[in-house]
């Protein structure tokens, strides 16, 4: 009976994350071009005609410099995005109800969602790779801490799409994190400058956000340089999924914005 | 073993609205059930709540013995769900949604396949599968809806209005299928506003009103508790030179039809002897309203008129 379970179990996972990633893919114009696009036109305003002027940080030529930031950054956008529009499409096409009228268990149903997005966020991290590798030499420095920082960064901003996804009444309600939250914070964590050029006072408060950690995390596993120390970043991110893990559950038990 | 069991489900939504009052019910395995009441008579939660998408407030309910509570994975495996909206994704085709409904219950690939293709070829979608879904009619979007649920066979099939707003032919036609995997076994709970289809499909019924079920007994034994019925006569001539006929009321409706109605204790015989004695003419005939109609009205408008409040 138990093997039963697991079974049925990874069978309902495997088909809430094969229809999350065949939804991306099938709108690929609005999901994964706008994000290369956008930062192309990065790399050559940014990093081509400004950086130039800019002259080198941390050592580096600032082109190397903001990449791994903007590979970051699509990756960030780009997991959130897909879980909270997803599943706020789901929740308002009545669609999710396929899924809660099933014997699928809660923690299958948000592992399929976040599979959906980690996959969103790793895919248009890999093809805003393919563009940077146009512009910048990128060495990879530590490949382990690399794929695990951009592994569990993705996995972090799905959950974070998630919650959203599940309070969200309106269309407005989907984007008002990005907006206001997300876009502001990653732009102020690091991804254009170290935060070595700010005041003492203004490097304490950007410590309080938690996407410098993840940036410099991710910019250390390519070039082998970082605001913050590597445990750290390991530390805050594992706290946030942990954190955010939890309170999934607990919305997704308690049926919050999805049973009445 | 009851297919369901309901006891004391109560459930009261925030600011208070109690939408239901303490439901005991059982529906026996093989029964094709009817759930009827008017709009808000809270038929709908019952169905959401045994669906897991309304939270009760209080009571039990057991599917094929699990406890819905307790036994979840098991309870929720016996159910199939058709919903009165529909609610697959419309950017979605066909035989994804279906496949994918499979999937959510555990079906292997080649399982999931294979009652797809059934499912589909008996509701005439099979030629539809890669048809994205919003672009289907409306009555392919409820046999849709019932191909989806039945793919993982559920043993108890809950139908919420399913011939809402389809055409009469389809109506009929799907009628037959629900008929036949009803024989085959697969237990029925059906709410509907068309008693005619409750009527003609259900063994057994319970009205529901005002969060309490009211009636609860077999089609047969509801439609002899019927004291009168009433039937409208087409007549040759004009209905006001009408004679008056003893024992029977006569209400004319036009020039040439007439309202009679027979008491339980009088046969149509009896009211053809009486109009030949007085030398009317019938040239056709048809009952004024569905006789589980008339006995519908009746039960929730006496339970209502017992819910008021003395003057």
Request: charged residues 20%; glycine residues 10%; proline residues 4%.
């Amino acid at each position: 009976m138990l093997n039963g379970y697991i079974t049925r179990t990874f069978v309902a996972l495997r088909t809430i994350a094969f229809k999350e990633t065949h939804r991306y893919l099938r709108i690929w114009a609005q999901t994964l071009l706008p994000p290369v696009i956008t930062m192309t036109l990065y790399f050559v305003i940014f990093g081509n005609l400004i950086g130039s002027r800019i002259g080198p940080m941390e050592g580096y030529g600032y082109m190397e410099f903001i990449a791994p930031g903007l590979i970051m950054m699509s990756v960030i956008t780009n997991a959130y995005a897909n879980v909270v529009s997803s599943f706020f499409g789901a929740k308002f096409q009545g669609h999710i109800e396929e899924i809660l009228v099933s014997p699928t268990p809660n923690y299958t149903i948000l592992l399929g969602y976040l599979a959906g997005g980690v996959g969103r966020g790793l895919l248009t991290g890999l093809l805003v790779t393919g563009v940077a590798t146009f512009f910048a030499d990128l060495n990879i420095h530590s490949p382990l801490i690399t794929l695990s920082v951009v592994f569990l960064t993705a996995l972090l901003f799905s959950i974070g799409g998630f919650i959203n996804g599940v309070f969200a009444r309106k269309f407005d309600d989907v984007a008002i994190v990005p907006t206001f939250v997300l876009t502001p914070l990653t732009y102020l964590g690091g991804v254009f400058y170290t935060i070595s050029l700010l005041p003492a006072l203004w490097q304490n408060v950007s410590l309080a956000n938690p996407i410098l950690y993840m940036v410099n995390a991710f910019r250390y596993g390519i070039l082998g340089a970082s605001d913050i120390p590597i445990g750290t970043a390991y530390l805050i991110v594992g706290a946030f999924i942990i954190a955010g893990g939890s309170v999934s559950m607990m919305l997704l038990n308690r049926g919050v914005g999805l049973r009445h | 073993m009851s297919a369901l069991r309901l006891r004391n489900l109560q459930k009261t939504y925030p600011g208070g609205i109690r939408a239901l009052d303490g439901i005991d019910l059982d529906v026996e395995p093989g029964e094709f059930f009817a759930l009827l009441g008017p709009n808000g008579a809270g038929k709908s939660t019952i169905i959401g709540i045994i669906s897991t998408l309304v939270r009760k407030t209080a009571g039990e309910v057991q599917i094929f013995g699990h406890d819905l509570d307790r036994e979840r994975w098991l309870a929720k495996s016996q159910i199939g769900l058709v919903p009165q909206e529909f609610n697959f994704n419309g950017f979605e085709t066909v035989g994804q949604i279906v496949l994918n409904q499979a999937g959510y219950y555990g079906l292997s690939r080649r399982q999931a396949r294979d009652r797809a293709e059934r499912y589909l070829r008996e509701l005439g979608l099979w030629s539809r599968r890669h048809t994205v879904a919003r672009t289907l009619s409306g009555g392919m979007k409820r046999r849709l809806m019932i191909a989806r649920a039945l793919i993982h066979e559920p043993r108890l099939l809950i139908l919420d209005e399913p011939t809402a707003g389809v055409d009469i032919e389809l109506r009929r036609s799907m009628w037959e299928f629900l008929r036949r995997i009803n024989d085959e076994g697969t237990t029925i709970i059906l709410t509907t506003h068309y008693l005619e289809e409750a009527e003609s499909l259900c063994r057994n019924i319970a009205i529901i009103d005002q969060g309490r079920i009211i009636e609860n007994t077999d089609v047969r034994s509801l439609l002899r508790s019927l004291s009168t019925e009433t039937f409208i006569l087409d007549v040759r001539g004009h209905v006001a030179d009408m004679p008056t006929i003893e024992g029977f009321p006569i209400v004319p409706v036009d020039e040439s039809s007439l309202e009679v109605s027979i008491s339980a204790e009088q046969t149509l015989s009896d009211l053809f002897r009486a109009l030949d004695r007085a030398g009317v003419e019938v040239t056709s005939m048809k009952n004024k309203a569905n006789r589980l109609e008339e006995l519908f009205v009746r039960l929730v408008e006496n339970n209502t008129d017992s819910q008021r409040e003395p003057a």
